[in-house]
């Protein structure tokens, strides 16, 4: 592929855009500057550097954000930050979104993808993909709420009754709730039909794929082989 389309596809700005950054040698490969925009490379293991920074090209883009309070999954957010000034703007240029949204003051675990399929799939009602919540309330738990949460709640709008795939307290006013739908604000409305109100809400799981304790609030990184196999998307 050729240099400028590799920058390209990457995110790194308009064709115009990147044959400038070519042709100002802030581009190198395998430690020496191409200025050559149709300089022609396999990205098979490609990387690349850019003003110093390395990349590695990936044909799509996979990547886990620990997603801090007070960001909106939304390019355009009304009231918050984004949670794309959370990433470098290259994965924005190059149509990296949500795989799911989670509400600005739920943190943890999200996903961001530019491949549509994948989107789809994890998004889909259809998929039940399991999500995997700690919530905590503001009033003790009782066992007639976690019965509730069990057995199903009835969400206003909703004609059929919803229940957690997996409920399990964690303390007094703690507990995991495993969800395989992603209705919108599900985990929260479904602690009030329960008869409590969830007063924090964290992410802790997708599928198979777990938030790794290593990853700080606000840090990302690119989804490894083994967290795509967790996720089946190979
Ligand atoms: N359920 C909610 O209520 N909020 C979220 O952010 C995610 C699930």
Redesign the pocket.
């Known amino acids: 592929m050729d240099l400028d389309s590799i920058l390209f596809t990457q995110g790194f700005g308009s064709r115009r855009q990147c044959r400038a950054l070519i042709a100002e040698g802030r581009v190198s490969i395998g430690g020496a500057v191409c200025r050559e925009p149709t300089a022609s490379f396999s990205t098979d293991a490609l990387s690349f550097e850019v003003d110093g920074q390395q990349w590695h090209f990936r044909e799509r883009a996979y990547l886990m954000l620990n997603k801090p309070a007070g960001y909106e999954c939304s390019r355009e957010p009304q009231h918050h930050l984004s949670v794309f000034a959370l990433l470098p703007g290259q994965l924005a240029a190059r149509g990296v979104q949500c795989v799911g949204r989670?509400?600005e003051d739920?943190t943890g675990l999200l996903l961001l993808s530019d491949d549509g399929k994948f989107i789809h799939a994890y998004t889909s009602p259809k998929r039940k993909v399991p999500k995997t919540?700690l919530a905590t309330t503001r009033h003790p738990l009782d066992d007639t709420q976690l019965v509730a949460l069990r057995d199903g709640v009835l969400l206003h709008g909703e004609k059929q009754l919803i229940a957690a795939a997996a409920v399990h307290p964690r303390g007094e006013r703690l507990v995991e709730l495993t969800v395989n739908e992603g209705k919108y604000?599900?985990?929260?409305?479904m602690i009030a039909a329960a008869g409590n109100r969830?007063e924090a809400?964290h992410?802790e799981r997708i599928g198979m794929l777990a938030l790794p304790s290593t990853l700080a609030p606000g840090a990302w990184r690119w989804l490894d082989e083994a967290d795509l196999d967790a996720l089946g998307v190979r």
Request: charged fraction near 35%; charge should be positive; proline fraction near 0%.
């Open positions: 989670l509400d739920t919540y604000h599900q985990v929260k409305r969830c809400l992410r």
